[in-house]
């Protein structure tokens, strides 16, 4: 009699498809495995960890839900697109709700502003905190909108596979100001330092120190106010179980506790991978959404590197890191948005800490996230849950984060305490952590870093590793390492240019 496991068996090897393997079920993997099962392809993700979704994956204990990681969704045409791929819309499966403010940016002396996506509301805003700015703002969303035409719609899923691509568009970049850094910009438009700082935080939801990343981040402004911000009901995780559900319906497989140990390479073409259990997945073509320089260093055979040598990768820039404490309460705040940036004494000089100099810094700026400000579902009546996020250097700086977690972690509480959520030692009742030695083991992110390759100019586009790889045949890589980069609409867009560079699956069975 036969099981259901060898019904599956007998049925993938009557498949003729063209088998892709897609290493690792972050939002990169999952959109590059629905674009493949669209356009005929079989297809397998493998995910190492017990659930799907990477960095985005979820947490839940005590009844409270906690997302893992990404929380601000942009550009959500990006994920409807996936969903008509399959013939369904994104409703069927997810609720997107706008958030309003965008976020809440609170200042170190208490004076707060409110950032979201109308623009008469953001001209009160700036005339509350400097009336001489608003010219400038409106200014600086007119160039802003400039270099999203070119850097995300003509460009952010264009492939960078030569060095005539990037020369291609130089002009562009130097006309759009992509030699600057986002701050310079940003200062050219506005002259308090206030807002100086509301417009220029952005690139740190990408893993970019906004004093030393290229200009063409401030397209984030313009995407945002044209898009908006949205929050997935039931938490982002719901889209990772609506995406693995719309793979599934093509007829192919999301196989998680499977740790992948290598990628098979001969004559110079990927031919599949190892497991770390032993097990041999022949392939047609391999998708790598596992941390570029983990794929290379890792998983490809030192043979088969040219240009990714241990000493490129060595010498690359990386990232900042994150800590992150999730905990939930016993009371409500109800006077705490969703999305609230609590800025600390220090902006150029903290982000020198923590990228240049990468020393754990005393104080610290955060992100708190208060997803039970717009879906109450996630936390037991009554309560709410949270996740404060503070950026720290990645795992160059030395830290000892066993010894050092609860002390940090304990001082987060105390300026939360003082700042916005009073009463909170005596009111948490679930917690748990994440810190940089959490993103290099589970994760596989080189030296912890939270996103990876960090993106300076010269780690971007064609500087980036490639989404076709320079060095082996049939095989690519999507995800926050590669070209556009890391955030939502970036990691989507990473899947997006495979349509350029996958063959059909229909040319492989000629």
């Known amino acids: 009699m036969l099981t259901v496991a060898d019904r599956r068996s007998d049925s993938r090897e009557l498949d003729r498809r063209p088998h892709a393997v897609v290493i690792g079920s972050g939002f990169g993997g999952l959109a590059a495995a629905v674009r493949l099962g669209a356009r005929g392809y079989r297809v397998t993700v493998l995910e190492k960890l017990d659930q799907p979704g990477g960095r985005a994956r979820v947490f839940r204990q005590d009844g409270f839900t906690f997302d893992a990681g990404p929380t601000i969704v942009t550009a959500p045409f990006l994920f409807e697109e996936l969903w008509q791929l399959c013939g369904r819309r994104l409703a069927d499966d997810v609720t997107l709700v706008p958030t309003d403010p965008f976020y809440r940016i609170r200042f170190d002396d208490g004076e707060s502003f409110n950032y979201n996506g109308d623009p008469e509301a953001m001209r009160r805003e700036i005339t509350r ?84 990343v290229t200009a063409v981040y401030c397209l984030i402004a313009w995407l945002e106010r044209r898009y908006g911000v949205h929050f997935t009901m039931g938490g982002t995780n719901r889209l990772v179980a609506g995406l693995a559900g719309l793979i599934e319906g093509q007829g192919n497989a999301v196989r998680c506790n499977a740790d992948v140990a290598s990628i098979m390479v001969e004559g110079g073409r990927a031919r599949g991978v190892t497991l770390a259990s032993g097990e041999r997945i022949d392939a047609d073509i391999v998708v790598s959404n596992a941390d570029p320089t983990w794929t290379y260093r890792r998983l490809v055979p030192p043979q ?15 990232s900042m890191s994150l800590f992150v404490w999730y905990f939930g309460t016993n009371r409500r705040y109800d006077d705490v948005d969703h999305h609230t940036i609590i800025l600390g004494p220090r902006y150029r000089e903290l982000l020198k800490d923590i990228f240049d100099r990468k020393v ?74 994440l810190t940089p030695v959490d993103f290099r083991d589970d994760l596989n992110s080189t030296l912890g870093a939270a996103f990876g390759l960090e993106p300076v100019l010269t780690q971007s586009a064609w500087f980036r590793p490639h989404n076709e790889s320079e060095d082996i045949d049939g095989l690519y890589l999507v995800g926050a390492g590669t070209h556009p980069g890391a955030g939502l609409p970036g990691v989507l867009s990473t899947a997006r240019v495979l349509d350029r560079v996958v063959p059909d699956a229909d040319a492989l069975v000629r």
């Open 360 to 433: 754990l810094a005393e104080d610290f700026s955060l992100y708190l996230h208060r997803p039970t400000a717009t879906d109450p579902s996630l936390a037991p009546d009554g309560c709410d849950a949270f996740y404060v996020l503070s950026p720290v250097p990645h795992l160059a700086s030395g830290t000892d984060w066993q010894a050092t977690a609860e002390t940090y972690r304990q001082a987060i509480q105390r300026h939360l305490e003082n700042t916005v959520l009073p009463g909170l030692g005596d009111a948490v009742l679930t917690s748990r952590l």
């Open 129 to 212: 905190l400097a009336p001489d700015d608003v010219s400038g703002y409106e200014k600086f969303m007119r160039r802003s909108e400039d270099i999203f035409r070119i850097g995300f719609e003509e460009l952010g899923d264009v492939p960078f596979g030569s060095i005539g691509d990037m020369l291609r568009i130089l002009p562009d970049l130097v006309r759009l100001g992509g030699h600057r850094t986002v701050h310079d910009m940003v200062a050219r438009y506005f002259r308090d330092e206030r807002l100086r700082t509301v417009f220029s935080f952005h690139p740190l939801l990408i893993g970019g120190n906004p004093f030393s």
């Open 304 to 318: 088969a590197r040219r240009r990714w040598s241990d000493r490129r990768i060595e010498r690359a820039r990386y």
